[in-house]
């Protein structure tokens, strides 16, 4: 996914090299995944990674996040790409009451949004006290 996002429509001399991430991504694409997610929250942990791939803040705080993520932590994991899917982004704000902003985290359990972070603070999550 994110060779898509970094790399597209390079030749092989320009192509950044590939991002490997230890969190297993879902892309967010339409608004009616967002009902499935909100199903889902029912029995497990949601994670939405909401990144702006023109944003050097939204780049940096994306790899620290996914450095310091706990692997130990069963929370499935989505990604949205502003830029592209922007109507999706908003209907999420509305569906888990947060204003928008980029780069933004939302953890999801019980179709609410239990905690949310934008900008660096998304790095002060503590995932630990909140996922049980």
């Not at 790399?7 to 320009?14: A, L, Q």
């Not at 050097?56 to 932590?73: M, N, W």
């Amino acid at each position: 996914m994110f060779k898509n996002i970094f790399g597209k429509n390079k030749d092989k001399s320009e192509q950044k090299e590939e991002i490997v991430s230890k969190i297993n991504w879902k892309p967010l694409t339409s608004i009616e995944e967002i009902n499935k997610i909100k199903a889902a929250s029912k029995n497990e942990y949601i994670g939405v990674f909401k990144h702006s791939t023109r944003c050097s803040i939204s780049r940096t705080v994306l790899k620290r996040f996914e450095d310091s993520f706990p692997e130990s932590l069963n929370i499935t994991m989505y990604y949205i790409d502003l830029l592209n899917y922007r109507d999706v982004s908003s209907e999420i704000g509305l569906a888990f009451q947060v204003i928008h902003q980029s780069p933004q985290f939302l953890l999801i359990r019980d179709e609410n949004a239990i905690a949310h972070a934008s900008h660096y603070d998304i790095l002060d999550i503590n995932f630990n006290n909140l996922v049980k």
